[in-house]
């Protein structure tokens, strides 16, 4: 395998990588257009040998977390990785237009139309499979601007090898897959059936064989950094605004089993504080830690608990610090859904909390806000509570799930942006501009007296760890 490294846009995204495994034929050059504010992108190619390389693997050793994006055949590389390398701090586990069964007649491409493409290998040929990988003329012009520059000979090889190689296909390896619908390379409904039992999530989405990565990233990944700085801005407007959030909140507390201990409580996502303060004023809180992104000054008003801590830092690379069965509950409110892989950061929880402790958590599922997302251009997934249900990691017994949708109404859309914004959960990212918002505002759904809703979706979850 061969990689090459992008220089990072700033230096926070130093800390974290997305691990891009390339698809047959490729080099770095098809993507060096991709850009997620505080990740910095490493491509890997050449399947010719499917040893990784060890310079890499002393490079993600220094890395705070590893999103693992795969592309076509370079899933089955990417899964090799992932198996070999338990140590390393990976969180998502995406894959795209790809399976574990790279020629397959059902789960992958079929035979014979591999062993077609392999016999008949030619610049011409090449150029024609190029073209049914971008789907359209335009496309096809774009990406020729990016051309791999590897010769016919070492492509054949690399195919062969591709073809001979047999793969495991462990269930529960990957987060989420994505199947274009469009895909003429490998068939969307061979796709959907691998990922059927392979993936925790199977998304479909509009576009061809090479799909829009930015596009993807931006609904997959969560720029914390930006997270953050929205959240420092919102503090003073937060809890005057958020009121779905406040009703979650007290829900949230209402939920913890009255059996449950709790001399060591972890509290994810703190917030303002709100939750924090409803924590405290349990019994049986002995030791209560917080962690977030952004810690406010005013975390301590109101909480007259010697034995609060606080620690600012990405819960969920962080959890994987926390010693086994060290925690009696770990409680996170309206957090969750920021996170890059939720089935990792759920089974962290359950190997960080003792037998008998429990997981009392809130997250969002995908009607939420979806006034605003439905005419994004990038926007962002939340997982549904089936899914949710399906990331619980053997050992987790689920005593509680359930979910709710509840609307709040304002009399303009414009009034609706701007409650996102003082709540610090604004849908736009840093790739949308002012002309994104004005969009999002003319296209806006009303209801018939003429007001501005905004949903929310809550998804409760609790669970006792056997």
Aim: charged share 20%; net charge negative.
């Amino acid at each position: 395998m061969k990689f090459h490294i992008f220089p990072p846009q700033d230096s926070a995204s130093a800390s974290r990588t997305i691990l891009l495994f390339a698809g047959w034929g490729m080099d770095e050059k098809p993507f060096a257009r991709i850009n997620v504010q505080g990740y910095r992108l490493i491509v890997v190619w050449d399947y010719r040998d499917f040893t990784f390389p060890d310079a890499l693997t002393t490079e993600l050793e220094t890395a705070e977390e590893i999103v693992v994006l795969a592309w076509s055949f370079g899933v089955p590389a990417a899964t090799r990785f992932i198996l070999s390398n338990k140590n390393l701090p990976v969180t998502a586990t995406i894959a795209v237009n790809g399976t574990m069964h790279p020629v397959d007649d059902r789960l992958g491409i079929p035979e014979e139309i591999f062993r077609g493409t392999l016999d008949g290998l030619t610049e011409k040929s090449l150029s024609k499979f190029h073209l049914r990988m971008c789907g359209s003329s335009s496309a096809f012009r774009d990406f020729s601007a990016t051309l791999p520059q590897r010769p016919v000979d070492e492509l054949r090889e690399e195919l062969q090898t591709i073809g001979d190689a047999h793969f495991d296909a462990p269930e529960g390896l990957w987060d989420r897959a994505v199947v274009s619908l469009s895909d003429r390379i490998i068939p969307p409904d061979n796709q959907t059936e691998a990922w059927s039992s392979e993936a925790f999530e199977t998304i479909t989405v509009a576009g061809p064989h090479l799909p829009d990565f930015n596009m993807l990233l931006s609904m997959l990944l969560t720029e914390k950094g930006l997270v953050a700085e929205k959240f420092a801005r919102a503090e003073r407007t937060y809890d005057d605004n958020a009121l779905v959030q406040r009703d979650i909140a007290r829900h949230l507390v209402e939920l913890i089993p009255a059996n449950a201990h709790l001399t060591s409580t972890l509290e994810i996502g703190c917030g303002t504080g709100l939750t924090t303060r409803l924590l405290a004023q349990k019994d049986g809180i002995k030791s209560l830690e917080v962690w977030d992104l952004h810690i406010p000054a005013s975390i301590r008003e109101g909480i007259d608990h010697q034995e609060l801590t606080t620690r600012e830092c990405d819960a969920e690379t962080e959890i994987r610090k926390v010693p086994s069965e060290s925690l009696d509950l770990i409680f996170s409110a309206s957090t969750m859904q920021w996170f890059n892989s939720p089935a990792k950061f759920l089974r962290e929880c359950l190997r960080a909390l003792r037998p008998g402790g429990h997981a009392v958590i809130s997250t969002f599922g995908p009607s939420t806000m979806h006034e605003i997302n439905a005419s994004l251009p990038y926007r962002r997934h939340y997982p549904d509570i089936e899914a949710i249900a399906s990331m619980l990691p053997p050992g987790a017994t689920a005593i509680h799930l359930s979910t709710q949708t509840e609307a709040l109404l304002f009399p303009t859309p414009a009034e609706a942006l701007r409650h996102a914004k003082l709540t610090g959960v604004n849908a736009l990212s840093s790739h949308h501009s002012g002309a994104t918002a004005r969009s999002v505002i003319a296209a806006y759904p009303l209801t018939q007296q003429g007001e501005a809703p905004v949903t929310y979706q809550p998804i409760y979850l609790v669970f006792i760890k056997s």
